[in-house]
Protein backbone atom coordinates (compact mmCIF):
# COMPACT_ATOMS: atom_id res chain seq x y z
CA UNK A 1 0.00 0.00 0.00
CA UNK A 2 1.43 3.26 -1.26
CA UNK A 3 1.55 6.02 1.00
CA UNK A 4 -1.26 8.52 -0.80
CA UNK A 5 -3.54 5.07 -0.43
CA UNK A 6 -2.84 5.09 3.20
CA UNK A 7 -3.99 8.85 3.78
CA UNK A 8 -7.41 8.36 1.69
CA UNK A 9 -8.35 5.26 3.51
CA UNK A 10 -7.20 7.50 7.08
CA UNK A 11 -9.27 9.86 5.49
CA UNK A 12 -12.32 7.87 4.84
CA UNK A 13 -12.51 6.34 8.13
CA UNK A 14 -12.59 9.51 9.90
CA UNK A 15 -14.50 10.98 7.88
CA UNK A 16 -16.87 7.20 8.19
CA UNK A 17 -16.81 7.39 12.02
CA UNK A 18 -17.57 11.02 12.20
CA UNK A 19 -20.44 10.34 10.04
CA UNK A 20 -21.50 7.71 11.84
CA UNK A 21 -21.57 9.45 15.11
CA UNK A 22 -23.79 12.40 14.12
CA UNK A 23 -26.22 10.04 12.30
CA UNK A 24 -26.74 8.00 15.49
CA UNK A 25 -26.63 10.81 18.13
CA UNK A 26 -28.21 13.87 16.37
CA UNK A 27 -32.14 14.08 14.94
CA UNK A 28 -32.75 15.69 11.23
CA UNK A 29 -34.82 19.02 11.09
CA UNK A 30 -37.25 18.20 9.24
CA UNK A 31 -39.93 20.96 7.31
CA UNK A 32 -43.37 21.34 7.39
CA UNK A 33 -43.79 19.24 4.59
CA UNK A 34 -42.91 16.36 5.90
CA UNK A 35 -43.83 16.80 9.75
CA UNK A 36 -47.29 18.30 9.17
CA UNK A 37 -48.29 21.80 10.28
CA UNK A 38 -48.63 24.81 8.66
CA UNK A 39 -46.64 27.73 6.52
CA UNK A 40 -47.30 31.51 6.46
CA UNK A 41 -46.06 33.98 3.83
CA UNK A 42 -46.57 37.79 5.09
CA UNK A 43 -46.48 40.60 2.80
CA UNK A 44 -45.75 44.19 4.06
CA UNK A 45 -47.53 46.30 2.67
CA UNK A 46 -46.71 50.39 2.84
CA UNK A 47 -48.79 53.12 4.44
CA UNK A 48 -49.15 56.34 3.54
CA UNK A 49 -46.67 57.57 6.38
CA UNK A 50 -44.52 54.54 6.71
CA UNK A 51 -42.08 52.25 4.39
CA UNK A 52 -42.07 48.78 4.58
CA UNK A 53 -38.65 48.01 4.55
CA UNK A 54 -36.29 46.52 6.17
CA UNK A 55 -36.45 47.61 9.64
CA UNK A 56 -39.88 47.93 9.76
CA UNK A 57 -40.03 44.55 9.02
CA UNK A 58 -37.73 43.67 11.57
CA UNK A 59 -39.58 45.31 14.05
CA UNK A 60 -43.26 43.73 12.37
CA UNK A 61 -41.66 40.07 12.93
CA UNK A 62 -40.64 41.36 16.46
CA UNK A 63 -44.45 42.03 17.00
CA UNK A 64 -45.85 38.74 15.23
CA UNK A 65 -43.26 36.69 17.55
CA UNK A 66 -44.63 37.69 20.78
CA UNK A 67 -48.51 37.08 19.44
CA UNK A 68 -47.43 33.54 17.90
CA UNK A 69 -46.10 32.74 21.67
CA UNK A 70 -48.66 33.58 23.76
CA UNK A 71 -50.80 31.06 20.88
CA UNK A 72 -48.81 28.45 22.67
CA UNK A 73 -47.40 27.13 19.46
CA UNK A 74 -44.73 24.52 19.96
CA UNK A 75 -41.35 25.72 18.49
CA UNK A 76 -42.75 28.13 15.87
CA UNK A 77 -39.92 29.73 13.25
CA UNK A 78 -40.27 33.38 11.77
CA UNK A 79 -38.17 34.67 9.73
CA UNK A 80 -37.53 37.46 7.27
CA UNK A 81 -37.10 36.65 3.68
CA UNK A 82 -35.84 39.67 1.27
CA UNK A 83 -36.94 42.90 2.69
CA UNK A 84 -40.54 42.83 3.40
CA UNK A 85 -41.80 39.52 3.46
CA UNK A 86 -41.94 37.09 6.40
CA UNK A 87 -42.19 33.61 7.06
CA UNK A 88 -43.83 31.83 9.74
CA UNK A 89 -43.90 28.47 10.90
CA UNK A 90 -46.27 26.36 12.62
CA UNK A 91 -45.55 22.82 13.58
CA UNK A 92 -48.65 20.48 13.92
CA UNK A 93 -51.29 23.45 13.78
CA UNK A 94 -54.08 21.74 10.76
CA UNK A 95 -56.43 24.66 10.83
CA UNK A 96 -54.47 27.59 10.66
CA UNK A 97 -57.62 29.91 10.56
CA UNK A 98 -57.13 31.22 14.43
CA UNK A 99 -53.37 31.45 13.86
CA UNK A 100 -53.85 33.69 10.08
CA UNK A 101 -56.71 35.87 11.97
CA UNK A 102 -54.37 36.47 14.67
CA UNK A 103 -51.01 36.88 12.33
CA UNK A 104 -52.75 39.15 9.90
CA UNK A 105 -54.62 41.68 11.94
CA UNK A 106 -52.82 45.32 12.26
CA UNK A 107 -54.47 45.82 15.78
CA UNK A 108 -54.67 49.30 15.30
CA UNK A 109 -56.20 50.23 18.99
CA UNK A 110 -56.94 53.44 19.70
CA UNK A 111 -59.55 55.46 22.10
CA UNK A 112 -61.86 58.13 21.15
CA UNK A 113 -64.28 60.39 22.72
CA UNK A 114 -67.91 60.09 21.05
CA UNK A 115 -69.07 63.44 19.62
CA UNK A 116 -72.52 62.53 19.22
CA UNK A 117 -74.65 60.26 17.04
CA UNK A 118 -73.01 59.86 13.42
CA UNK A 119 -74.38 60.58 10.30
CA UNK A 120 -74.76 58.71 6.58
CA UNK A 121 -72.28 60.55 4.49
CA UNK A 122 -73.84 62.15 1.86
CA UNK A 123 -71.96 60.13 -1.03
CA UNK A 124 -73.15 57.44 0.68
CA UNK A 125 -76.97 58.16 -0.38
CA UNK A 126 -78.53 58.21 -3.55
CA UNK A 127 -79.99 61.42 -4.57
CA UNK A 128 -83.78 60.46 -4.27
CA UNK A 129 -82.45 59.85 -0.60
CA UNK A 130 -82.74 56.40 0.22
CA UNK A 131 -79.79 54.64 1.26
CA UNK A 132 -77.49 52.27 -0.39
CA UNK A 133 -79.89 49.17 -0.49
CA UNK A 134 -83.09 51.12 -1.74
CA UNK A 135 -85.00 52.01 1.51
CA UNK A 136 -86.14 55.72 2.32
CA UNK A 137 -84.27 56.86 5.42
CA UNK A 138 -85.69 57.46 8.19
CA UNK A 139 -83.26 58.76 10.37
CA UNK A 140 -83.34 56.09 13.13
CA UNK A 141 -80.73 53.25 13.92
CA UNK A 142 -80.88 50.01 12.65
CA UNK A 143 -82.87 48.84 15.49
CA UNK A 144 -85.57 51.46 14.69
CA UNK A 145 -84.75 53.88 17.65
CA UNK A 146 -83.41 56.95 17.33
CA UNK A 147 -79.78 56.99 17.80
CA UNK A 148 -79.76 57.79 21.20
CA UNK A 149 -83.47 56.59 22.07
CA UNK A 150 -84.93 60.03 21.89
CA UNK A 151 -85.11 62.76 19.42
CA UNK A 152 -81.49 64.57 19.46
CA UNK A 153 -81.82 68.60 20.45
CA UNK A 154 -80.09 70.31 18.12
CA UNK A 155 -78.93 73.39 21.00
CA UNK A 156 -77.74 70.44 23.15
CA UNK A 157 -76.55 67.91 20.56
CA UNK A 158 -73.83 69.14 17.83
CA UNK A 159 -74.09 68.45 14.05
CA UNK A 160 -70.98 66.37 13.48
CA UNK A 161 -68.41 67.21 10.80
CA UNK A 162 -69.34 64.40 7.76
CA UNK A 163 -65.86 64.32 7.32
CA UNK A 164 -64.98 63.30 11.07
CA UNK A 165 -64.76 59.28 11.34
CA UNK A 166 -67.69 57.70 11.98
CA UNK A 167 -68.52 54.23 12.77
CA UNK A 168 -71.30 51.94 13.54
CA UNK A 169 -71.27 50.62 17.66
CA UNK A 170 -71.55 47.14 18.82
CA UNK A 171 -75.50 47.40 17.76
CA UNK A 172 -75.08 49.10 14.40
CA UNK A 173 -75.24 52.40 15.53
CA UNK A 174 -73.48 55.25 13.93
CA UNK A 175 -71.19 57.28 16.35
CA UNK A 176 -69.07 60.24 15.08
CA UNK A 177 -66.14 59.98 17.10
CA UNK A 178 -63.05 62.58 17.83
CA UNK A 179 -59.46 62.27 17.31
CA UNK A 180 -57.85 59.34 18.56
CA UNK A 181 -56.61 60.26 22.49
CA UNK A 182 -55.05 57.35 23.21
CA UNK A 183 -53.87 54.12 21.59
CA UNK A 184 -52.50 50.68 22.66
CA UNK A 185 -49.11 51.92 22.61
CA UNK A 186 -50.16 53.17 26.37
CA UNK A 187 -51.37 49.97 27.44
CA UNK A 188 -49.45 48.03 29.94
CA UNK A 189 -50.78 44.68 29.89
CA UNK A 190 -54.06 42.73 28.98
CA UNK A 191 -55.55 40.12 30.09
CA UNK A 192 -58.64 37.95 29.13
CA UNK A 193 -61.33 37.55 32.15
CA UNK A 194 -64.68 36.44 33.10
CA UNK A 195 -66.70 38.90 34.39
CA UNK A 196 -69.70 36.81 36.74
CA UNK A 197 -70.07 39.40 39.30
CA UNK A 198 -71.27 42.21 37.03
CA UNK A 199 -72.71 39.49 34.52
CA UNK A 200 -70.15 41.17 31.26
CA UNK A 201 -69.09 37.49 30.60
CA UNK A 202 -65.87 37.47 28.89
CA UNK A 203 -63.56 40.62 28.87
CA UNK A 204 -60.30 42.43 28.40
CA UNK A 205 -58.97 44.25 31.34
CA UNK A 206 -56.44 46.94 30.50
CA UNK A 207 -53.67 47.86 32.95
CA UNK A 208 -52.32 51.69 31.31
CA UNK A 209 -48.69 53.14 31.68
CA UNK A 210 -48.21 55.72 33.50
CA UNK A 211 -48.62 58.53 31.45
CA UNK A 212 -51.62 57.21 29.28
CA UNK A 213 -53.53 56.52 32.40
CA UNK A 214 -53.14 60.69 33.09
CA UNK A 215 -54.38 60.76 29.12
CA UNK A 216 -57.39 58.14 30.21
CA UNK A 217 -58.14 59.81 33.01
CA UNK A 218 -59.07 62.87 31.04
CA UNK A 219 -61.04 61.41 28.56
CA UNK A 220 -63.31 60.05 30.67
CA UNK A 221 -63.63 62.92 32.75
CA UNK A 222 -64.28 64.93 29.65
CA UNK A 223 -66.69 62.25 28.91
CA UNK A 224 -68.75 62.48 32.27
CA UNK A 225 -69.39 66.03 31.78
CA UNK A 226 -72.22 64.81 29.45
CA UNK A 227 -75.69 63.05 31.38
CA UNK A 228 -76.43 59.71 31.43
CA UNK A 229 -77.56 58.61 28.02
CA UNK A 230 -75.86 61.03 26.07
CA UNK A 231 -74.05 59.91 23.78
CA UNK A 232 -71.06 62.36 24.67
CA UNK A 233 -70.80 60.54 27.74
CA UNK A 234 -69.50 57.15 25.87
CA UNK A 235 -66.17 56.41 25.32
CA UNK A 236 -65.49 54.28 22.02
CA UNK A 237 -62.51 51.59 21.86
CA UNK A 238 -61.48 50.65 18.49
CA UNK A 239 -59.42 48.26 16.52
CA UNK A 240 -58.75 48.20 13.12
CA UNK A 241 -61.51 50.21 12.61
CA UNK A 242 -63.91 48.92 14.19
CA UNK A 243 -65.73 49.66 17.62
CA UNK A 244 -65.13 46.76 19.72
CA UNK A 245 -66.75 48.60 22.71
CA UNK A 246 -68.76 51.75 23.52
CA UNK A 247 -69.08 52.10 27.38
CA UNK A 248 -71.00 54.78 29.25
CA UNK A 249 -69.02 56.58 31.61
CA UNK A 250 -70.00 55.41 35.33
CA UNK A 251 -72.66 57.81 36.70
CA UNK A 252 -70.66 58.01 40.06
CA UNK A 253 -67.73 59.22 38.31
CA UNK A 254 -67.73 63.11 38.44
CA UNK A 255 -66.89 65.98 35.70
CA UNK A 256 -63.55 66.11 34.87
CA UNK A 257 -62.71 63.73 37.45
CA UNK A 258 -62.12 60.87 35.36
CA UNK A 259 -61.28 57.06 36.45
CA UNK A 260 -57.75 57.54 38.64
CA UNK A 261 -57.23 53.58 38.76
CA UNK A 262 -55.28 53.65 35.48
CA UNK A 263 -57.01 50.74 34.20
CA UNK A 264 -60.62 49.76 32.33
CA UNK A 265 -62.08 46.63 30.83
CA UNK A 266 -63.09 45.88 27.56
CA UNK A 267 -66.51 43.91 27.70
CA UNK A 268 -68.52 43.37 24.04
CA UNK A 269 -70.05 39.77 24.71
CA UNK A 270 -66.78 38.08 23.41
CA UNK A 271 -65.99 34.12 24.02
CA UNK A 272 -62.96 32.84 25.09
CA UNK A 273 -61.31 32.50 23.01
CA UNK A 274 -62.49 36.19 21.21
CA UNK A 275 -61.19 37.84 24.55
CA UNK A 276 -57.34 35.83 24.87
CA UNK A 277 -57.27 36.48 21.33
CA UNK A 278 -57.74 40.28 21.80
CA UNK A 279 -55.71 40.25 25.00
CA UNK A 280 -52.73 39.16 22.83
CA UNK A 281 -53.16 41.35 20.04
CA UNK A 282 -53.26 44.46 22.43
CA UNK A 283 -50.54 43.15 24.56
CA UNK A 284 -48.20 42.60 21.45
CA UNK A 285 -48.87 45.71 20.27
CA UNK A 286 -49.88 46.65 16.64
CA UNK A 287 -47.79 46.14 13.59
CA UNK A 288 -45.87 48.93 12.21
CA UNK A 289 -47.32 48.26 9.25
CA UNK A 290 -50.48 45.96 7.60
CA UNK A 291 -49.59 42.34 6.51
CA UNK A 292 -51.17 40.21 3.81
CA UNK A 293 -51.17 36.61 3.63
CA UNK A 294 -49.31 35.93 -0.44
CA UNK A 295 -49.12 31.88 0.67
CA UNK A 296 -50.32 29.54 3.11
CA UNK A 297 -49.92 25.77 2.89
CA UNK A 298 -50.67 23.40 5.70
CA UNK A 299 -49.83 19.70 5.53
CA UNK A 300 -51.50 17.06 7.32
CA UNK A 301 -49.07 14.65 9.49
CA UNK A 302 -50.36 11.70 7.93
CA UNK A 303 -49.13 13.17 4.36
CA UNK A 304 -45.96 14.07 5.84
CA UNK A 305 -45.03 10.56 7.02
CA UNK A 306 -46.18 9.36 3.64
CA UNK A 307 -43.97 11.36 1.59
CA UNK A 308 -41.04 10.55 4.05
CA UNK A 309 -41.85 6.71 3.49
CA UNK A 310 -41.96 6.96 -0.01
CA UNK A 311 -38.71 9.17 -0.62
CA UNK A 312 -36.99 6.26 2.04
CA UNK A 313 -38.16 3.35 -0.43
CA UNK A 314 -37.02 5.69 -3.57
CA UNK A 315 -33.85 6.18 -1.91
CA UNK A 316 -33.06 1.91 -1.05
CA UNK A 317 -34.98 1.09 -4.38
CA UNK A 318 -32.50 3.54 -6.07
CA UNK A 319 -29.52 2.72 -4.51
CA UNK A 320 -29.95 -0.90 -4.50
CA UNK A 321 -30.75 -0.63 -8.68
CA UNK A 322 -27.75 0.95 -9.05
CA UNK A 323 -25.34 -0.84 -6.75
CA UNK A 324 -26.62 -4.35 -8.99
CA UNK A 325 -25.74 -2.17 -11.77
CA UNK A 326 -22.60 -1.44 -11.22
CA UNK A 327 -21.52 -4.94 -9.89
CA UNK A 328 -22.78 -6.68 -12.79
CA UNK A 329 -20.18 -4.60 -15.11
CA UNK A 330 -17.64 -3.78 -13.52
CA UNK A 331 -17.15 -6.86 -10.83
CA UNK A 332 -15.17 -6.95 -7.60
CA UNK A 333 -14.81 -2.73 -8.65
CA UNK A 334 -17.96 -2.29 -9.01
CA UNK A 335 -19.15 -3.81 -5.79
CA UNK A 336 -16.21 -1.98 -4.06
CA UNK A 337 -18.09 1.32 -5.49
CA UNK A 338 -21.73 0.23 -4.09
CA UNK A 339 -19.89 0.17 -0.90
CA UNK A 340 -18.86 3.53 -1.17
CA UNK A 341 -22.24 4.52 -2.63
CA UNK A 342 -23.79 3.43 1.14
CA UNK A 343 -21.02 4.95 2.34
CA UNK A 344 -22.09 8.29 0.41
CA UNK A 345 -25.69 7.97 1.56
CA UNK A 346 -23.62 8.22 5.26
CA UNK A 347 -22.00 11.42 5.05
CA UNK A 348 -24.64 13.09 2.81
CA UNK A 349 -27.51 12.49 5.39
CA UNK A 350 -24.83 13.22 8.65
CA UNK A 351 -23.75 16.64 7.01
CA UNK A 352 -27.21 17.88 6.21
CA UNK A 353 -27.72 17.01 10.17
CA UNK A 354 -24.83 18.63 10.94
CA UNK A 355 -25.18 21.58 9.19
CA UNK A 356 -29.05 22.20 10.51
CA UNK A 357 -30.52 21.72 7.08
CA UNK A 358 -33.96 21.59 7.04
CA UNK A 359 -35.07 18.78 5.14
CA UNK A 360 -37.86 19.16 3.06
CA UNK A 361 -39.47 16.73 0.29
CA UNK A 362 -37.55 18.61 -2.48
CA UNK A 363 -34.54 18.24 -0.63
CA UNK A 364 -34.97 14.46 0.02
CA UNK A 365 -35.43 14.58 -4.20
CA UNK A 366 -32.31 16.51 -4.42
CA UNK A 367 -30.86 13.62 -1.89
CA UNK A 368 -31.89 10.53 -4.15
CA UNK A 369 -31.04 12.02 -7.29
CA UNK A 370 -27.80 12.46 -6.07
CA UNK A 371 -27.01 8.73 -5.78
CA UNK A 372 -27.02 8.20 -9.51
CA UNK A 373 -24.53 11.03 -9.64
CA UNK A 374 -22.47 9.39 -7.03
CA UNK A 375 -21.96 6.66 -9.30
CA UNK A 376 -21.19 8.80 -12.11
CA UNK A 377 -17.86 9.35 -11.44
CA UNK A 378 -16.74 5.36 -10.34
CA UNK A 379 -18.40 4.89 -14.00
CA UNK A 380 -15.87 7.60 -15.65
CA UNK A 381 -12.79 5.90 -13.93
CA UNK A 382 -13.63 2.34 -14.60
CA UNK A 383 -14.20 2.99 -18.27
CA UNK A 384 -10.81 5.25 -18.89
CA UNK A 385 -9.28 2.56 -16.42
CA UNK A 386 -10.73 -0.27 -19.04
CA UNK A 387 -9.45 1.37 -22.14
CA UNK A 388 -5.94 1.71 -20.73
CA UNK A 389 -5.83 -2.29 -19.83
CA UNK A 390 -6.99 -2.42 -23.45
CA UNK A 391 -3.87 -0.54 -25.02
CA UNK A 392 -1.71 -2.26 -23.02
CA UNK A 393 -2.30 -5.88 -21.58
CA UNK A 394 0.26 -6.71 -19.69
CA UNK A 395 -0.32 -3.52 -17.77
CA UNK A 396 -0.78 -3.62 -13.92
CA UNK A 397 -4.21 -3.11 -12.47
CA UNK A 398 -2.94 -0.78 -10.01
CA UNK A 399 -1.51 1.48 -13.19
CA UNK A 400 -4.48 0.78 -15.27
CA UNK A 401 -6.45 2.47 -12.60
CA UNK A 402 -4.12 5.04 -11.21
CA UNK A 403 -4.12 6.21 -15.23
CA UNK A 404 -7.77 6.43 -14.68
CA UNK A 405 -8.39 8.16 -11.91
CA UNK A 406 -5.93 11.29 -13.02
CA UNK A 407 -7.52 10.93 -16.75
CA UNK A 408 -11.16 11.12 -15.23
CA UNK A 409 -10.84 13.39 -13.01
CA UNK A 410 -11.36 16.54 -15.64
CA UNK A 411 -15.05 14.81 -17.15
CA UNK A 412 -15.71 14.62 -13.09
CA UNK A 413 -14.99 17.93 -12.12
CA UNK A 414 -16.86 19.37 -15.63
CA UNK A 415 -20.01 17.49 -14.10
CA UNK A 416 -20.18 18.10 -11.26
CA UNK A 417 -19.11 22.17 -11.53
CA UNK A 418 -22.52 22.35 -14.33
CA UNK A 419 -24.36 20.09 -11.42
CA UNK A 420 -23.14 23.14 -9.06
CA UNK A 421 -23.95 25.82 -10.57
CA UNK A 422 -27.65 24.43 -11.09
CA UNK A 423 -27.70 24.82 -6.95
CA UNK A 424 -26.39 27.93 -6.05
CA UNK A 425 -28.83 29.35 -8.63
CA UNK A 426 -31.33 27.50 -7.16
CA UNK A 427 -30.28 28.41 -3.27
CA UNK A 428 -29.70 32.24 -4.23
CA UNK A 429 -32.80 32.81 -6.89
CA UNK A 430 -35.31 30.18 -5.42
CA UNK A 431 -37.73 30.42 -2.43
CA UNK A 432 -38.80 28.19 0.12
CA UNK A 433 -38.93 24.19 -0.87
CA UNK A 434 -36.36 25.15 -3.49
CA UNK A 435 -33.76 26.39 -1.79
CA UNK A 436 -34.02 22.95 0.40
CA UNK A 437 -33.67 21.12 -3.17
CA UNK A 438 -30.49 23.32 -4.35
CA UNK A 439 -28.52 23.03 -0.83
CA UNK A 440 -29.15 19.27 -0.69
CA UNK A 441 -28.35 19.24 -4.27
CA UNK A 442 -25.26 20.89 -3.52
CA UNK A 443 -24.14 19.14 -0.63
CA UNK A 444 -25.08 15.42 -2.28
CA UNK A 445 -22.48 16.74 -5.08
CA UNK A 446 -20.12 17.09 -2.76
CA UNK A 447 -20.36 14.01 -1.07
CA UNK A 448 -20.60 11.94 -4.23
CA UNK A 449 -17.23 13.29 -5.06
CA UNK A 450 -15.56 12.42 -1.69
CA UNK A 451 -16.96 8.76 -1.65
CA UNK A 452 -15.98 8.43 -5.81
CA UNK A 453 -12.28 9.76 -5.29
CA UNK A 454 -11.66 9.43 -1.96
CA UNK A 455 -13.61 5.90 -0.28
CA UNK A 456 -13.69 4.13 -3.97
CA UNK A 457 -10.48 5.18 -4.96
CA UNK A 458 -9.30 3.78 -1.51
CA UNK A 459 -10.82 0.63 -2.05
CA UNK A 460 -9.88 -0.08 -5.29
CA UNK A 461 -6.48 0.37 -5.30
CA UNK A 462 -6.45 -1.64 -1.75
CA UNK A 463 -7.75 -4.71 -4.25
CA UNK A 464 -5.77 -3.86 -7.10
CA UNK A 465 -2.67 -4.75 -4.56
CA UNK A 466 -3.81 -8.17 -3.82
CA UNK A 467 -2.35 -10.81 -5.32
CA UNK A 468 -5.95 -12.66 -5.45
CA UNK A 469 -7.35 -10.03 -7.78
CA UNK A 470 -3.87 -9.64 -9.50
CA UNK A 471 -4.17 -13.46 -10.35
CA UNK A 472 -7.68 -13.50 -11.14
CA UNK A 473 -8.01 -10.83 -13.79
CA UNK A 474 -11.36 -11.40 -14.80
CA UNK A 475 -12.40 -10.76 -11.17
CA UNK A 476 -12.05 -7.14 -11.04
CA UNK A 477 -14.18 -5.94 -13.90
CA UNK A 478 -11.41 -3.99 -15.93
CA UNK A 479 -9.32 -5.88 -17.22
CA UNK A 480 -11.20 -6.59 -19.99
CA UNK A 481 -13.77 -4.35 -22.06
CA UNK A 482 -17.42 -4.75 -21.70
CA UNK A 483 -19.41 -5.97 -23.81
CA UNK A 484 -20.94 -2.96 -25.07
CA UNK A 485 -17.56 -1.82 -25.72
CA UNK A 486 -16.48 -4.74 -27.49
CA UNK A 487 -19.50 -4.44 -29.88
CA UNK A 488 -18.94 -0.85 -30.72
CA UNK A 489 -15.39 -1.51 -31.80
CA UNK A 490 -16.01 -4.66 -33.64
CA UNK A 491 -19.24 -2.85 -35.71
CA UNK A 492 -17.78 0.60 -36.09
CA UNK A 493 -21.02 2.46 -36.69
CA UNK A 494 -20.75 5.78 -38.51
CA UNK A 495 -22.96 7.64 -36.54
CA UNK A 496 -21.61 10.71 -38.22
CA UNK A 497 -21.59 9.76 -41.79
CA UNK A 498 -24.73 11.89 -42.73
CA UNK A 499 -24.70 14.58 -40.05
CA UNK A 500 -27.51 16.24 -42.23
CA UNK A 501 -30.02 13.38 -41.44
CA UNK A 502 -29.57 13.87 -37.67
CA UNK A 503 -30.06 16.88 -37.90
CA UNK A 504 -33.47 16.80 -39.69
CA UNK A 505 -34.24 14.18 -37.14
CA UNK A 506 -33.53 16.27 -34.05
CA UNK A 507 -35.65 19.51 -35.80
CA UNK A 508 -38.57 17.40 -36.21
CA UNK A 509 -38.66 15.73 -32.68
CA UNK A 510 -38.15 19.22 -30.94
CA UNK A 511 -40.86 21.10 -34.14
CA UNK A 512 -43.54 17.55 -32.29
CA UNK A 513 -42.58 19.05 -28.65
CA UNK A 514 -43.32 22.82 -29.57
CA UNK A 515 -46.35 21.23 -31.52
CA UNK A 516 -47.59 19.56 -28.46
CA UNK A 517 -47.27 22.77 -26.29
CA UNK A 518 -48.83 25.12 -28.22
CA UNK A 519 -51.95 22.47 -28.63
CA UNK A 520 -52.19 21.55 -25.20
CA UNK A 521 -51.05 24.43 -23.41
CA UNK A 522 -49.10 24.74 -20.17
CA UNK A 523 -50.64 23.10 -17.08
CA UNK A 524 -49.26 25.46 -14.40
CA UNK A 525 -49.70 24.80 -11.05
CA UNK A 526 -51.49 26.55 -8.78
CA UNK A 527 -47.75 27.74 -7.46
CA UNK A 528 -47.55 30.11 -10.63
CA UNK A 529 -51.24 31.14 -11.09
CA UNK A 530 -52.12 31.37 -7.83
CA UNK A 531 -55.48 30.48 -5.85
CA UNK A 532 -56.09 27.53 -3.59
CA UNK A 533 -55.36 23.79 -3.28
CA UNK A 534 -56.98 21.72 -1.23
CA UNK A 535 -57.04 18.02 -0.70
CA UNK A 536 -59.58 15.85 1.41
CA UNK A 537 -59.31 12.80 2.90
CA UNK A 538 -63.15 11.34 3.45
CA UNK A 539 -64.30 8.24 5.59
CA UNK A 540 -66.71 7.19 3.10
CA UNK A 541 -66.04 7.09 -0.80
CA UNK A 542 -67.04 10.13 -2.82
CA UNK A 543 -67.09 10.11 -6.39
CA UNK A 544 -65.84 13.14 -8.26
CA UNK A 545 -68.93 14.12 -10.14
CA UNK A 546 -71.24 14.07 -6.37
CA UNK A 547 -68.16 15.92 -4.99
CA UNK A 548 -68.18 18.64 -7.49
CA UNK A 549 -72.05 18.74 -6.98
CA UNK A 550 -71.59 19.31 -3.41
CA UNK A 551 -69.25 21.90 -3.38
CA UNK A 552 -71.15 23.72 -6.10
CA UNK A 553 -74.47 23.51 -4.32
CA UNK A 554 -72.47 24.99 -1.29
CA UNK A 555 -71.50 28.15 -3.90
CA UNK A 556 -68.54 27.13 -5.11
CA UNK A 557 -69.27 26.52 -8.51
CA UNK A 558 -65.80 27.43 -10.57
CA UNK A 559 -63.92 24.65 -8.06
CA UNK A 560 -61.69 21.87 -9.61
CA UNK A 561 -62.32 18.68 -8.41
CA UNK A 562 -59.91 15.89 -9.17
CA UNK A 563 -58.97 12.45 -7.32
CA UNK A 564 -55.56 12.64 -5.36
CA UNK A 565 -53.70 9.54 -3.72
CA UNK A 566 -55.71 6.44 -2.47
CA UNK A 567 -59.62 7.91 -3.32
CA UNK A 568 -58.69 11.38 -1.68
CA UNK A 569 -60.00 14.07 -3.26
CA UNK A 570 -58.58 17.30 -4.87
CA UNK A 571 -60.26 21.17 -4.99
CA UNK A 572 -58.59 23.74 -6.92
CA UNK A 573 -60.31 27.06 -6.76
CA UNK A 574 -59.55 30.95 -7.35
CA UNK A 575 -59.07 32.78 -4.07
CA UNK A 576 -60.81 31.56 -1.38
CA UNK A 577 -60.50 32.28 2.64
CA UNK A 578 -59.73 30.15 5.27
CA UNK A 579 -63.67 30.63 6.21
CA UNK A 580 -64.68 29.52 2.50
CA UNK A 581 -62.25 26.20 2.59
CA UNK A 582 -63.95 25.46 6.26
CA UNK A 583 -67.03 26.05 4.67
CA UNK A 584 -65.88 23.76 1.26
CA UNK A 585 -65.46 21.13 3.43
CA UNK A 586 -68.38 20.56 5.94
CA UNK A 587 -70.45 20.64 2.02
CA UNK A 588 -67.94 17.83 1.41
CA UNK A 589 -68.48 15.90 4.97
CA UNK A 590 -71.94 15.55 3.84
CA UNK A 591 -71.11 13.49 0.99
CA UNK A 592 -67.91 11.92 2.19
CA UNK A 593 -68.53 11.39 5.81
CA UNK A 594 -65.67 12.61 8.47
CA UNK A 595 -63.25 14.31 6.28
CA UNK A 596 -59.97 15.41 6.99
CA UNK A 597 -57.63 18.03 5.07
CA UNK A 598 -54.68 16.35 4.41
CA UNK A 599 -52.82 19.50 2.06
CA UNK A 600 -53.47 22.83 1.51
CA UNK A 601 -52.07 25.84 -0.38
CA UNK A 602 -53.09 29.17 -0.75
CA UNK A 603 -50.92 31.00 -3.16
CA UNK A 604 -51.65 35.22 -3.61
CA UNK A 605 -52.32 36.28 -7.45
CA UNK A 606 -49.10 38.33 -6.90
CA UNK A 607 -46.87 35.55 -5.28
CA UNK A 608 -47.87 33.04 -8.21
CA UNK A 609 -46.66 36.03 -10.71
CA UNK A 610 -43.58 36.50 -9.10
CA UNK A 611 -42.60 32.71 -8.56
CA UNK A 612 -43.36 32.33 -12.57
CA UNK A 613 -41.39 35.33 -13.40
CA UNK A 614 -38.63 34.33 -11.04
CA UNK A 615 -38.26 31.02 -12.22
CA UNK A 616 -38.44 31.78 -15.80
CA UNK A 617 -35.56 34.15 -15.24
CA UNK A 618 -33.84 31.36 -12.99
CA UNK A 619 -34.17 29.03 -15.84
CA UNK A 620 -32.32 31.45 -18.38
CA UNK A 621 -29.17 32.45 -15.63
CA UNK A 622 -28.70 28.84 -15.36
CA UNK A 623 -28.76 28.00 -19.01
CA UNK A 624 -26.43 31.32 -19.80
CA UNK A 625 -24.23 30.58 -16.89
CA UNK A 626 -23.75 26.43 -17.41
CA UNK A 627 -22.73 27.62 -21.04
CA UNK A 628 -20.57 30.06 -20.40
CA UNK A 629 -18.96 27.89 -18.61
CA UNK A 630 -18.62 24.97 -21.01
CA UNK A 631 -17.26 27.77 -23.53
CA UNK A 632 -14.50 28.69 -21.62
CA UNK A 633 -13.91 25.44 -20.30
CA UNK A 634 -14.15 23.87 -23.97
CA UNK A 635 -13.07 27.28 -25.76
Known sequence: ???????????????????????????????????????????????????????????????LRQRIDSLGVSEPTLTRSGEDRIIVELPDVQDPRQAAEVIG???????????????????????????????????KSPDGEPSDGKTPDPDTVPDPDPDRLTLPDEQGRLLALGEPRLSGAGVEDAKAAFDAQGGAGWAVSLEFRKGAGQDWKKLTGEAACHPAGDDRRRVAIVLDEKVISSPQVDPSVGCRAGLPSGATQITGSFSADEARDLALLVKGGALPVPVEIVEQRTVGPTLGAAAIDASAQAALIGAAATALFITVVYRLFGALAAVALGAYGVISYAALVALGVTLTLPGLAGFVLAIGMAVDANVLVFERAREECADRPKR?????????????????????????????????LGSGPVKGFGVTLAIGVAASMFSALVIARALTEIAANSRFVGDHRNVNGIARPGAVRTWLVRKDPKLFRNPARWLVVSAALVAVAVAGIVVRGVDLGVEFTGGRLVEYSTSRPVDVETAR??????????????????????????????DGEHALRAALAEEGGETTKVRDELIGPSLGDELRRNALIALGVAVAVQLAYLAVRFR
Open 549 to 578: DSIAGAGFGDAEVTTAGDGDLSVRTGKLDN
Open 105 to 139: RTAQLTFHAVEGPGTEKPEEKTPDGKTPDGEPSDG
Open 1 to 63: MTRATAVRAVLAVAVLLVSVFITLTMSPRLGLDLQGGTRIVLQARDTATVEADRETTDRTLEV
Open 396 to 428: SLRSALTTGFQKAWSAVADSNATTLIAAGLLFF
